[in-house]
Structure formats: structure tokens, C-alpha cells
């Protein structure tokens, strides 16, 4: 059985090996056919009678790119994003000249605006001067604020700086509905576009020597602890002496190939473009087109969680709560967050995932989200309904019964990562008091920045405003998704699993935890009830605890557990050799008051006033 894992181990880091490696080679090409095919699939005319992909040829044949093959990336990206700053630059300046506003024209407004001695500016003068209308128009709209009676000018000089510099804004915005986009989605769509190499010739051998090796490698390394560690109890065995999930070398090597992974992923996923060619056929057959960055997190999210999970199944195989959680929460990532979002896409309805609820998907109230929502019928009034009940009904409602375990621990995507690839590592939370209040302080600080985003954001949608006490609404929503929803929920709420423990983003920053924390704490049936005259003071229950709650010390006072942080994983109860522990969901009265002493199994609390 040893050589078994051995041979497990060795495949799967075999096929790590060759996913990390596919992302420095390849091969690439501009070719012309490939270049039409891309770039001209709506047809897209511009001003001049041209088209984007002759366009982009020419810009092509200036840099003497075109034709020209590259081996790796990384040369073919920089050289794709000097074509495409020079294809945009130069389309930017034809157009100015049919569109722009002209020289002539300038100076025609400079000798106008000046009468009586006076710098008079206003509609009556740009109707004289400008006889296209749509000029006319984008300088009303531009600098109407600058017309006679809004604005007094001194002089001319004064003039013509505030004038310069709004046509100067005016003219470089012309052509932009032509420009070739450096977005992160655009930029996939074209590295993958001329791609060359062997992740596009040959995806099945590619895809069987990355996936099909690593899915290979992990299962053979954890099928036989079923035999490995015997018939009974819940093993842990060596886990605070190996390197890897005791915040050794090898565990900060993981936290670095994370933390890598998530940049990529968040700000330059066109650099995994070769990986992301491997599920073109997983996303072509569920939602009928090509992957991009998210169908690959998503895939590997789910293989990473199958794997983990039957980890799982053989570690907990003798307790049936984390046999059932395992199973609920697996379920729901691999149906409710992967399948049929795409299956709805597949019939032209939108991408939605009906268990994510706000705070934590932050952006359901963004325009774009409901307008895509509202435009799509029947369904997508549904769907945008059905997240407003699931967030202000269900969710409180379902924490009152169950406390936030029905979430955290049986529904949740993060959860359900946590609870499987981080199991191994929910020994390194830290249990200290200073992380107790900052937890507290941190994640509630992230509930109430959502919250303020959100309502700025629907005041924003509903009024027409762009800005709220002078601060660009779109600001607000950029720095929470950058600040929250890339760097704290991914790149650290993930990438730090190995120092941090398995909960880094659940305890310290989800929103959504928060609020059923909250509901949790004082209005929930949920607890941990604690039988205080078994407790040998082992101290299993704390070491493994995820939030970073001293089980134990509530367990030697036979005080129930009612934190706002637990997210009811159940663990604690798992391990405790003596049965101390107990998850319900109780009317009783909770033992929360003061500090009892224990005597055998009957609890008796001193008189203070004795």
C-alpha cells in the first residue's frame, strides 16, 4: 500500500510538474486567416471602409510581426500588446482626422469667442463655427460648463487651456468602439486564438499529462489509507512533524505556487492560456463555447474538491456528519456552481449560480448584473428575485434553525475548498487572542464596506448618478473587487492555506459569515452543548478547530459554545476521544452563564455574593 502512495505521490507531482510547465511553453503565430477569423467575426466596419482585422494587419506589418512564430509566450505577449497599442494609437488618429475636430475649426472658435473685449462662449457660437451637428453636439456636452454665465475667462490664454484640454479628451475618445480591447477576457481570446502549439494540436495527450496525471497521482496516494490507517478513529498522525502542513519549507513552496496561481488567474490569466486550451472541451461540451479563465478555476476547483473529498471520505469514514457534510457540500460546488450555470448558458440564459448569495457575490447589484438579469425574461426575473429572498429571507432564516453551519460548511464553495483541499491545515489557525480581535474587527469592517458599496451602487443604478459626494461610484466597486473579492478572498483566502489554516478568508474576511454570524451569535437554536465532567483536557478539540476557538476552555467550564465565528464543521466533536462535544439545534436554555465549577458531571454555580 506504501508503494501504491508512493507511486500516487510521484504522479501527481509528475503532473503539477507539466501544468506549470505548460504555462512557459508553446508556440505561437500571426497568421492572416487566423487574424479575419478573430478579429472580424461581427464584421465591423470602420469610419474609413476598413475593417479591425485589416487594421490590426497593418499594424502587424509595421512591426514586422506578421507571419512571425514565437517559442513561449512570454515574447509573443509583449509583442501582441505593442501591436495592439500601435493598431488602437493608429486608428485613433485616422478617424480624428474625418471626425476630429479640426485645426481650422479651433481657430475659428478662438477668433469667435472674442467680442467687445470679452471671451463669450456658448451654443449660439458653436452652431456658427461647427457644421457637422455630431461635433457640435460633443462639444456641448463636453463643455457646456464653460459656456457665458456658468464660467467668466479673464482673457483668452485662460480660454483656450480649458478648451485644449477637453478637445484633446474629445478627439482621443473617437475611434475607441474600434479599439482592439486589452482586457483580461480579450486578451485569453487572442492568445488562445494564435496559439500554435501542442496544448491546441494535441489537448487530449496534453490534458491526460496534466489533469488526467495529477487526478491519477492524488487518488492512488489517498485510496490506500483506507487500509494505511486501520478501523477506527480519526488519524492524525505526523501531521505537526511533516513540513507541508506544519508551516514548514515545503509548506511555504505551496503558499508561493498559490499565491502565483491566483495573480495569474485575477490579473493576467492570458499567461495560462495554453491550460485553459486543455477544458476547451469539458466548456464546449456543457455550455457550447470555449473556456476562458473562470471555466478553468472552476474546473480545477472541482477537481481539486473530488479529489480531496474522497481524502475525506476515508480519513472521517467512521463519522457520519462529516461523511454527510462532505457529500452536500461537494454536491453543491460540483452542481449548483459548475454544471448548471453552464447548462443554463448552453441555452442562451444567463451564467448564475443559484447558492451564492450577497454580501458575498458583491457584485449582484451591479447595473450590469441586473440589467443582464432583467433582460433575459421570465428566468432572469426569477433569478434576480430569487437572490434578494435568498439573502434577506432564507439565509437569516436557515442560520436561526441551523446557524451558519447550513451554509458554511454544507453549501458554500469557499467552504467546501476549506473543508477539503485545506483539511489539511486547519491545525495552523491561530488560536491567539490578538487574532480573536482582529477577526472581529476585520471581518465585520469587510461586511459593512460591502454594505456601503451596495448601497451607493443601487443609488447609483436607480438615480443616474455617477458620483457620490464627489467619489466615482465605478471607484468604489474597483477598489472592493481588488481589495476584497481578488486579494483577500483569493490570493490570501486561498493561497495562505498552508500558514494561515484552511478559514483565512472564511474568519477574518467573507461578508456573508458575518451576517450569519450575527444572527448566529444572538438569535440562533445553534450550539455546541459540552458535557464538562468527561473533558480530560486533551486539547484535540482546539488544535483542530478551523476558527481559531479555544474549544477546550469551554469544554473544561461546561459552557455551551456560542461564537459568531463557528461555522459548525463539527470537527472538534470528530476528534474528542471522550464525547464532550455535541452540535444541535436546541430551544433549551444555553449554559453561557458565568464561570461553573465542575464536580463529576453535575455543574454548580458559586454565589458571587457569598
Not at 498522525?237 to 502565483?260: D, M, R
Not at 478553468?296 to 475525506?312: D, E, H, K, P, Q
Request: charged fraction near 15%; aromatic fraction near 14%; glycine fraction near 8%.
Amino acid at each position: 500500500m506504501k508503494l501504491i502512495q508512493q507511486i500516487g505521490l510521484y504522479t501527481f507531482i509528475a503532473g503539477m510538474l507539466l501544468f506549470t510547465a505548460n504555462v512557459f511553453i508553446g508556440s505561437y503565430r500571426f497568421e492572416e486567416q487566423t487574424i479575419v477569423a478573430q478579429l472580424d467575426a461581427t464584421q465591423d466596419k470602420i469610419d474609413t471602409g476598413d475593417t479591425i482585422a485589416n487594421g490590426f494587419k497593418a499594424a502587424l506589418k509595421e512591426l514586422s510581426f506578421l507571419g512571425k512564430k514565437y517559442n513561449g509566450e512570454f515574447d509573443f505577449i509583449s509583442d501582441l500588446n505593442q501591436a495592439i497599442t500601435l493598431y488602437n494609437k493608429n486608428i485613433t488618429t485616422e478617424l480624428v482626422t474625418v471626425n476630429g475636430i479640426t485645426p481650422s475649426e479651433i481657430e475659428a472658435l478662438y477668433s469667435g469667442v472674442q467680442k467687445d473685449g470679452k471671451i463669450i462662449y456658448n451654443e449660439e457660437l458653436l452652431t456658427t463655427v461647427l457644421t457637422d451637428p455630431a461635433k457640435k453636439q460633443k462639444l456641448i456636452d463636453g463643455t457646456n460648463w464653460m459656456f457665458e454665465g456658468q464660467r467668466e475667462y479673464a482673457d483668452l490664454e485662460s480660454f483656450k487651456n480649458d478648451l485644449n484640454l477637453k478637445l484633446e479628451e474629445i478627439n482621443s475618445s473617437i475611434g475607441k468602439q474600434y479599439h482592439i480591447s486589452t482586457e483580461a477576457w480579450n486578451l485569453v481570446n487572442l492568445t488562445k486564438a494564435f496559439n500554435v502549439g501542442g496544448s491546441k494540436t494535441n489537448v487530449e495527450l496534453w490534458f491526460f499529462l496534466t489533469f488526467g496525471l495529477i487526478i491519477i497521482g492524488g487518488l492512488a496516494y489517498n485510496l490506500p489509507n483506507i487500509k494505511l490507517l486501520g478501523m477506527a478513529g480519526i488519524k492524525n498522525n505526523g501531521i505537526q512533524q511533516t513540513s507541508i502542513s506544519n508551516k514548514g519549507w515545503l509548506a511555504w513552496i505551496v503558499l508561493g505556487y498559490l499565491v502565483g496561481f491566483y495573480l495569474l488567474l485575477y490579473f493576467a490569466p492570458h499567461y495560462l492560456n495554453n491550460n485553459i486550451l486543455l477544458v476547451d472541451p469539458v466548456s464546449n461540451s456543457l455550455s457550447g463555447k470555449p473556456a476562458g479563465h473562470w471555466f478553468l478555476y472552476g474546473f480545477i476547483y472541482c477537481v481539486s474538491m473530488t479529489i480531496m473529498a474522497v481524502r475525506m471520505y476515508i480519513k472521517y469514514r467512521h463519522n457520519n456528519y462529516q461523511i454527510f457534510r462532505t457529500t452536500v457540500v461537494w454536491f453543491f460546488q460540483i452542481a449548483f456552481a459548475f454544471l448548471i450555470p453552464e447548462l443554463l448558458v448552453r441555452f442562451d440564459k444567463p451564467w448564475y449560480d443559484f447558492k451564492n448569495a450577497w454580501p458575498l457575490d458583491y457584485d449582484f447589484f451591479f447595473a450590469f448584473n441586473i440589467d443582464d438579469l432583467l433582460a433575459n425574461g421570465t428566468l432572469g426575473a426569477f433569478m434576480f428575485f430569487w437572490g434578494i429572498i435568498l439573502t434577506l429571507i432564507i439565509i437569516p432564516v436557515m442560520a436561526y434553525f441551523f446557524g451558519k453551519r447550513w451554509y458554511c460548511s454544507w453549501v458554500c464553495g469557499c467552504g467546501g475548498l476549506a473543508e477539503t483541499v485545506g483539511d489539511p491545515y486547519r491545525q495552523n489557525s491561530s488560536k491567539t487572542l490578538l487574532s480573536w480581535k482582529v477577526e472581529r474587527y476585520l471581518v465585520h469592517s469587510v461586511l459593512a464596506f460591502a454594505i456601503v458599496m451596495t448601497l451607493v451602487t443601487l443609488y447609483a443604478y436607480y438615480s443616474g448618478a455617477t458620483t457620490i459626494a464627489g467619489i466615482d461610484v465605478y471607484t468604489i466597486q474597483k477598489i472592493y473587487s481588488f481589495l476584497i473579492g481578488s486579494i483577500f478572498s483569493g490570493v490570501i483566502g486561498t493561497g495562505f492555506y498552508p500558514i494561515f489554516g484552511n478559514r483565512t478568508w472564511c474568519r477574518f474576511g467573507c461578508p456573508l459569515a458575518a451576517y450569519m454570524g450575527i444572527v448566529q451569535r444572538f438569535k440562533s437554536k445553534f450550539r455546541i452543548t459540552t458535557n464538562g465532567g468527561q473533558c480530560i483536557s486533551c486539547g484535540n478539540c482546539s488544535t483542530y478547530c478551523e476558527q481559531g476557538i479555544d474549544v477546550r476552555s469551554y469544554a473544561q467550564k461546561g459552557e455551551d459554545i456560542i461564537r459568531a465565528s463557528c461555522v459548525g464543521c463539527g470537527v472538534c466533536s470528530a476528534v474528542c476521544p471522550r464525547g464532550v462535544l455535541k452540535l444541535e439545534n436546541s430551544d433549551a436554555p444555553k449554559k453561557v452563564d458565568g464561570n461553573p465549577l465542575i464536580f463529576e458531571n453535575n455543574i454548580v454555580k458559586l454565589n458571587k455574593d457569598v
